[in-house]
Each structure stands twice: as C-alpha cells, then as structure tokens.
C-alpha cells in the first residue's frame, strides 16, 4: 500500500525559504506522477509542482515559478519542495500526492488532482509579512 509523509512545514517570514519533504513508500519501482498540492481553508485545492519519479516529466506552477523547485531523491523515495522568496499568500496546508505506478500521462505529469491517488496528511507552511 502507498503512503507519503510531508514533513518540513513551518513558520517563517516573507522572503524566507523552507524545503518541504515527501517520504514515499509501497512503490515496487520509480515509475509514476508524484507531486505537491496547496490548500487554504474556503479555496480549491491549487497543484503546485510535479514530477514524473522516472524523470525528465515536471509540472511548475505559474505562481511559484523562479521562486520553488520540485526534486527527488529516488535512492529515498523523497519528494522535495525547496520554496525560496516566500510570499505570505504562499500561507496555505501542503500535501503531497502521488499516481498509481505508470507512465506519465499525455502532456506530462500535471496539476490534475484527478490525477493522483495517493494523498499524504498535509504539512502547513505560515509565511508573516
């Protein structure tokens, strides 16, 4: 069964960074979508960035682009989220997500929240002007 842990929320200022962490286990191979969500309370849930575990396929949203960048560790089974410049409407709960084992989808691996299985519990991230 597949299960992802975040970790590396927290508080911190505008203009500060934190790097998220996303412990996958259950996969027999590196060969799926995995990627992180963001959520405030009363807003849909926005995709951030993703990544194709097998490489080369990722996602970045527009909102974060030049600021975050999405990697992996695939020897750990990790997810990263390293967020620089944060912004205080950056302010929101983190989840990572992740797809069944597959290839990526046409177009790549995306924002799609239908296209992901797997949810972890979420890691909230406060940024304070």
């Known amino acids: 069964q597949v299960k992802l842990v975040e970790s590396g929320g927290g508080s911190v200022q505008a203009g500060g960074s934190l790097r998220l962490a996303c412990q996958a286990s259950g996969y027999r191979y590196n060969a799926y979508c995995i990627g992180w969500f963001r959520q405030v309370p009363g807003k849909e849930r926005e995709g951030v960035a993703a990544?194709?575990?097998?490489?080369?396929?990722?996602y970045i949203s527009d909102s974060v682009k030049g600021r975050f960048t999405i990697s992996q560790d695939n020897a750990k089974h990790t997810l990263y989220l390293q967020m620089n410049s944060l912004k205080p409407e950056d302010t929101a709960m983190y989840y990572c997500a992740a797809d069944r084992l597959g290839p990526p989808p046409v177009g790549g691996c995306n924002s799609r929240e239908s296209d992901y299985s797997y949810w972890g519990q979420g890691t909230q991230v406060t940024v304070s002007s």
């Open positions: 990544i194709y575990s097998g490489g080369d396929s990722t």
